[in-house]
């Protein structure tokens, strides 16, 4: 200041979030540094003021920030020691990822189909309209025409045959011409067709990805209406990744957390001999309640002797009571919790059947360490069941740089269903328009394909409409 007496200034700074690192929080202080636990109690502080907030804490998250040194002010210095004031302003990681799918593609075992097609591998020769015993009788699928049954013969034909030889398969879906439920039956036509001896862990895993969450969750939502009908030892198992909060709330129980949750709680009941704990509880509960009754008998009958026996009997069975139930409570120990957590994220990949993801969330941090750095192949979990088939809904309504992102996962079997008639990505930059950014690889290669006159063998019937 003018009087040379320092003060605090709050001025904007431009920067990007380099790292997150989210962690459970529980109070235990004793943990914690004195740097870290003046700044965590800061926090408590700042978060008890904010009126808007509710609920109690239970994370503690870690921002890695990078700021640029030269946008502050000569003879200032920013302050770590005193509150930062974050406000996101828009989120760079799904075009980085685009330019990564780009960079990546060489090393997919797509990259000849995508960038130089040929007829042979566009092509899916008719292969009949006979569903897989397993799925015929299922009402929904009974109830498809012969055109949406054919192409799901055909198409997964083509995806099971020569499971090394990439191919890529287009499917031209309109609004209305029931392409939803014609995904949901090549899905289950897949999976049932290759299944070895009954047994569910035999299945081949598909990847369901789509632009939008939401179209993403029509899909979800087909497959979970038809789960029911199969018999259950043979019930395909289904997971949803992404933002539990942006998904359709009856998918929810089918997103990652959600069945991480899920594991995780039955695994620490079984560790902590939970149901044990739980039998124990009602069995002293129940006497507690029996020498309360005898006590206010002895009371009534003027018995003073037996009746402070009682009591003090009576408090003792309450103070086992709740020893138990502070047992139950208590969490396991952060070594052992970390371990379960890490066990159950490979458990709920190793064994999903089916994974549904957007785009941009297919490559997330988990799929990327269980898929293509292989963590996650322990004896527990078994050997890695690698993903054999990406099927891209509303493939015409994304750019083609978006459509390359899951390529990285190793699959060389592609269904991309959409409509080239339909409106393109929404591009803002005029000079990406003119660079025609917004044609999407759908696009690109159904216009290939339809040069080669091989229109009619992929085209879902347009007058089709459901009721």
């Known amino acids: 200041t003018v009087g040379g007496k320092q003060a605090r200034e709050i001025k904007p700074c431009f920067g990007f979030v380099q790292n997150i690192k989210r962690v459970p929080f529980r109070k235990d202080y004793a943990s914690f540094g004195e740097f870290d636990l003046e700044r965590i109690k800061r926090l408590e502080t700042l978060a008890s003021k904010n009126k808007q907030r509710k609920g109690v804490l239970s994370n503690l998250v870690n921002y890695t920030l990078r700021v640029k040194l030269n946008l502050v002010p000569p003879g200032r210095k920013l302050s770590s020691e005193k509150p930062i004031y974050m406000k996101a302003l828009s989120r760079i990681r799904p075009d980085m ?6 960079l990546d593609l060489p090393q997919s075992r797509l990259f000849d189909s995508v960038v130089s097609p040929k007829k042979e591998t566009l092509q899916v020769p008719q292969a009949g309209h006979n569903l897989h015993a ?14 949406q049954k054919e192409i799901i013969v055909s198409v997964s034909q083509a995806c099971v045959l020569q499971p090394e030889v990439p191919k890529t398969c287009l499917v031209q879906g309109p609004p209305g011409t029931g392409k939803s439920s014609t995904i949901a039956g090549l899905i289950l036509q897949i ?26 969750d ?14 259950e030892p043979i019930r395909f198992k289904m997971l949803r990744l992404g933002v539990q909060h942006s998904m359709h709330h009856q998918v929810r129980n089918y997103s990652y957390d ?6 995780i709680a039955a695994e620490t009941r079984q560790a902590k001999a939970t149901e044990s704990l739980e039998k124990d509880e009602r069995n002293k509960q129940s006497a507690a309640n029996q020498i309360y009754a005898e006590k206010m008998k002895a009371e009534a009958e003027g018995n003073a002797v037996l009746a402070g026996k009682l009591t003090r009997d009576y408090k003792e069975k309450f103070q086992q009571i709740e020893k138990i139930k502070a047992e139950i409570r208590k969490p396991l120990d952060i070594k052992a919790r970390k371990e379960l957590e890490r066990v159950a994220a490979e458990r709920t990949l190793a064994g999903a059947d089916i994974i549904l993801a957007t785009l ?8 990327e360490k269980y898929f293509i750095q292989g963590i996650g192949t322990s004896k527990g979990v078994g050997s890695l069941r690698p993903i054999s088939v990406c099927i891209m809904d509303e493939a015409s309504q994304c750019v083609e740089p978006e459509a390359l992102i899951p390529f990285k996962l190793g699959f060389c079997k592609l269904v991309m269903v959409g409509d080239h008639e339909q409106l393109p990505a929404t591009v803002t930059s005029r000079k990406a328009q003119q660079l ?20 009619e063998g992929g085209m879902v019937n347009p007058v089709l409409r459901l009721h």
């Open 97 to 102: 990822r685009k330019f990564e799918a780009i």
């Open 258 to 263: 959600a069945q991480i949750g899920q594991y």
């Open 191 to 216: 999976l049932y067709s290759k299944m070895e001896n009954g047994k569910v862990g035999t299945m081949p895993r598909i990847l369901v990805v789509a632009p939008s969450n939401a179209a993403v």
């Open 134 to 147: 397993t799925i015929k009788g299922i009402p929904q699928m009974a109830h498809l025409n012969q055109c």
């Open 436 to 455: 025609d950014y917004q044609q999407s690889l759908f696009g690109r290669l159904f216009s290939y394909f339809t040069g080669l006159g091989g229109e």
């Open 218 to 231: 029509e899909l979800a939502l087909k497959l979970i209406n038809l789960m029911p009908k199969l018999p």
């Open 360 to 367: 941009s969330s297919s490559l997330s941090s988990q799929m």
